[in-house]
Structures are given as structure tokens and as C-alpha cells.
């Protein structure tokens, strides 16, 4: 709710009460935010174990991520940060002069690390630590109320399952000066039907509704966090359902050091992001790739850029499981190099496992690594 909005409701509370031209009210603001990289900075696609499921790393529950120190709202695909800070502002008026006299800042911080799930149920923490970092006025000794998250009520997107030791919805909350409370809840997905994609940006958060000297407040951090979220029930995936933080990079990765066989794709892709004028791929100075499902579509781009060669053997990049892939890419664009049959097969498994792997759905956003016998890489 905007601060005008929250303002004709103070106003027009005080005019059913016949004082409209003076009366108290308090408001919530908030700023700050953390950014979305564009670049990879929390993972290095060489460390994905695509024989594992996936785990998002937060080893300690009632901790923010450490990849939350990173600054980004997005460092890893499982793991989700953000970091706002919001002002509770008690005002009076008088004859419509607004006159501060108390305010109660608090800082808060959430990440959300994601787990494989089982079947239609993905899990994933979520950690939220509260501060209050100044206190003045009527508000001097802070606040109280209730805190939930944005699960609450939405039980067709997720449901918050009280473990030992973890929190549960709508339980009361202290904020005096200078506290930091730390709140830590183990949430799942709703139930999915095959294929079904759902999204959770906007329910991964906190909320907090608090007391002050005029009226009650809330603070849904949740409705304007940075904590980006999606799951899928993909059929075709090999870890089954999941989610991830969509806003996460995610990468495919050809190595000639851990897959002898696809050494010859790694050397093309290599050669294919340096030298084409759009990089497609890198992360730095270049373009990403965006994923095609459309089987016929894909067949169509192969035909495209890999002409009369016998389609075993000939490698194209962009990849044509992209829309970059056929004519996606301009001529001089793309290029083609014939390879043992073998090194294509190869890579086409590693490609549907890094998929699998990110939960790289239809349009997504997606970079490439290739690395040579040598060792080096292509960005």
C-alpha cells in the first residue's frame, strides 16, 4: 500500500470520527534493495554435481545464506536473498500540517534456499532476521505485534510445516531498540499437476503488522522483496519437482577435462563464443542463450544451420535447443564445425542434464562454459 493510500485511510478514519482536521497516523516506507546480477557471482558451473540433487547450501537454519553477503539478490539458481529497509512514521495533523513525532527503523534481511523435493512437494528454508536500527520519539521504545509469512493464506501456492525448532505463522513479535530477532520456517510448494509451472515471487518473505500510538501497521516485505521463486513439476526432469530462484543464472557447461568424449564440441563452443560478434553465451560482453522445447522447432534449426552435413556429426552453435539456434542468428553469426559423432551425443546428454539441473524451462535465460583439454575457458 502507497503512502497516500495509507494516508486517506488515516484521514478518513479520523473524519468518521468527527476530527479530520487533527488527528495521529502512522505509516510504513521502504528503501533500499539488493541488485540482480547479470554475471555469475556466487557459482561456478564447474562446481554443479549433476549426479546429485541439488542442495542450496544454507548449512545453518535461523542464519541468512552466506551467499546473501555476495550483495546480489540472486548469487546461486537455489538461493535467494534480500535485504530492505523500512521506517514506521507516526505522525500528527493538524489543519493539514503533518508533523513527525516518532519513528522505529528496522532493517530486514531473508534468503531462501531451495531443495530438491519428493514428488509434487519441493522444499526450501526461509531465514529472516528483523533489526531495529534506530528508534525515536513516541516510538523511542520500538514496537510489537505479530509476523507471518507470505504463505499465510495462499495454501495454492505454499504452506509453512512447523519443525522442531523452527518458527509457525502469525506468532507475536518483540521489536525493542536495537533487537534482532531471527525467525527460520521450512516451507513447501503447493501440490502440482504434471507439468505445471508455478510461480512463488511475491510469497517468499516476511510480514509484520506492528502497534503504534495511532494505528496498527503493516510491513509486507514479502509483496516487495528481491526473494524471486519458481517451481515446476516438469515431467521430463530427472530430480523430479523442484524450484529455484528464476531470476538465478543458469549454465551449460562442455568440459574436455571431466568428459574426454565431448572434447571436440568444448573446442567448437569454445572458438564459437570468442569469435562470434555476439559472444552468445558469455556472461561478460555477450548474449545468453534462451531455450527451446519445441521439438519440431529445434529439428527445423539443426536443418538450418547444419545444412547437407550428416547431422550426427555436425555441431552448431548457438545450440539448437535455443532461439538463437537456425536462423535465430544472423549468418555470420553462428557457426558449424564437423565432429565425431560420439562428441555430439555427449554433449546432448550433458546439455539436457545441466537443464535438468537449473530447471531451465521454455524461454529461460541461460550461459555457456566450454573448457579445453588445456584447461582453458571460454569466458
Known amino acids: 500500500m502507497s503512502v497516500q493510500q495509507q494516508e486517506q485511510l488515516c484521514a478518513q478514519r479520523a473524519a468518521n470520527l468527527g476530527t479530520p482536521d487533527n488527528y495521529e497516523c502512522a505509516v510504513v516506507t521502504s528503501s533500499g534493495g539488493l541488485r540482480t546480477s547479470a554475471v555469475p557471482v556466487g557459482e561456478d558451473p564447474a562446481s554443479a554435481s549433476l549426479t546429485a540433487r541439488r542442495s542450496g547450501g544454507d548449512a545453518s537454519p535461523q542464519a541468512i545464506s552466506p551467499a546473501c553477503l555476495l ?17 514506521v512514521t507516526h505522525y500528527r495533523e493538524v489543519n493539514g500540517v503533518k508533523t513527525p513525532i516518532g519513528t522505529v527503523d528496522l532493517n530486514i534481511k531473508s534468503s531462501v534456499d531451495f531443495e530438491e523435493g519428493q514428488g509434487s512437494t519441493p522444499a526450501w528454508d526461509l531465514d529472516v532476521e528483523v533489526t531495529v536500527t534506530k528508534t525515536w520519539g513516541t ?3 520500538g514496537t510489537s505485534g505479530n509476523s507471518w509469512t507470505g504463505c499465510f493464506g495462499h495454501q495454492d501456492k505454499c504452506t509453512t510445516s512447523r519443525l522442531s525448532g523452527s518458527n509457525d505463522e502469525n506468532e507475536p513479535v518483540a521489536l525493542p531498540p536495537k533487537a534482532k530477532v531471527t525467525k527460520w520456517y521450512t516451507q513447501y510448494s503447493a501440490s502440482m ?15 509484520l503488522e506492528l502497534t503504534t500510538p495511532a494505528n496498527p501497521v503493516t510491513i509486507a516485505d514479502h509483496y516487495g522483496n528481491t526473494l524471486w ?6 515431467e521430463s526432469n530427472r530430480y523430479g519437482s523442484g524450484c529455484v530462484d528464476d531470476k538465478g543464472l543458469a549454465f551449460v557447461m562442455y568440459s574436455a577435462i571431466d568428459n574426454e568424449k565431448v572434447g571436440p564440441v568444448a573446442d567448437h563452443v569454445y572458438d564459437a563464443i570468442r569469435t562470434l560478434p555476439s559472444h552468445w553465451g558469455r556472461p561478460y560482453a555477450g548474449k545468453p542463450l534462451t531455450r527451446l522445447t519445441d521439438l519440431t522447432k529445434i529439428e527445423a534449426n539443426r536443418r538450418v544451420a547444419c545444412g547437407g552435413s550428416p547431422a550426427p556429426s555436425c555441431d552448431e552453435y548457438p545450440l539448437a535447443s535455443s532461439y538463437q539456434g537456425g ?5 555470420g553469426d553462428r557457426s558449424t564445425r564437423t565432429v565425431p559423432a560420439e562428441a555430439n551425443s555427449s ?19 541461460f550461459y555457456v562454459q566450454a573448457i579445453k583439454k588445456d584447461g582453458s575457458r571460454a569466458w
Do not use: M
Open 327 to 331: 536462423n535465430g542468428a544472423a549468418p
Open 193 to 207: 499437476t504434471n507439468n505445471q509451472v508455478l510461480p512463488i515471487t511475491g510469497n517468499l518473505g516476511s510480514a
Open 347 to 365: 554433449q546432448g546428454g550433458l546439455t539436457a542434464a545441466y537443464f535438468d539441473y537449473y530447471r531451465v524451462l521454455d524461454t529461460d535465460e
Open 139 to 141: 516510538l523511542q521504545g
Open 71 to 87: 550483495g546480489v539478490s540472486n548469487p546461486t539458481r537455489a538461493i535467494s536473498c534480500s535485504d530492505r529497509n523500512w521506517t
Open 229 to 234: 521463486g519458481r517451481c515446476d513439476n516438469a
